[in-house]
């Protein structure tokens, strides 16, 4: 990888949950290792909040989530956003609609995950569902540093970051 950041946006609907986990691993992953990699999550259509349980969970896998927030993906549209090198969408309704044209032309993937705030149920099931997202985001994030830091070119990027996917399916 060059000497610039690689940035990912993670995309989900609400920016309330999935998204703010990836977000939350990877920065903590990447800050561990280079820290060449910068995370960012938003929502098509923002909750406005970070689901407390997602708080809970990070914050239990002592993640840091004080510059987290529930943010729209129309900050990330805009010319003085930072250019993206790949856009991943976690959820299947976000992944469906029309995205804005992201400056530079990022790489675009599909990682659907289960979403953890539908579950019903107790306070500790709910808290096992976001433990499960927190646990598979976990390993995808950590495949897709060793991709990013592989320097490759656009083609073989996109093909390896599906692959991850499939791979963890």
Do not use: Y
Not at 57 to 80: C, G, H, M, Y
Not at 100 to 107: D, L
Not at 151 to 157: A, G, K, S, V, W
Request: glycine share 4%; charged share 20%; hydrophobic share 45%.
């Amino acid at each position: 990888m060059s000497d610039c950041n690689f940035n990912v946006l993670i995309l989900c609907t609400g920016n309330s949950a999935r998204s703010i986990l990836a977000e939350a691993v990877l920065d903590h992953m990447s800050a561990e290792a280079d820290g060449n990699i910068r995370a960012f999550s938003a929502g098509v259509r923002p909750k406005g909040e970070v689901h407390p349980a997602a708080l809970k969970v990070l914050r239990q896998n002592r993640i840091p989530t004080t510059a987290l927030r529930s943010k729209s993906w129309d900050e990330f549209a805009l010319s003085s956003a930072p250019t993206m090198n790949v856009v991943i969408t976690v959820c299947d309704s976000a992944a469906g609609e029309t995205c804005p044209i992201w400056p530079g032309s990022p790489v675009r993937v599909h990682w659907g995950l289960s979403d953890p705030a539908a579950v019903v149920g107790s306070s500790q099931e709910e808290l096992a569902a976001f433990q499960k997202t927190f646990d598979d985001v976990s390993a995808l994030m950590a495949r897709l540093i060793d991709v990013a830091e592989a320097d490759l070119d656009r083609d073989i990027l996109q093909a390896r970051l599906q692959q991850i996917h499939q791979v963890a399916a």
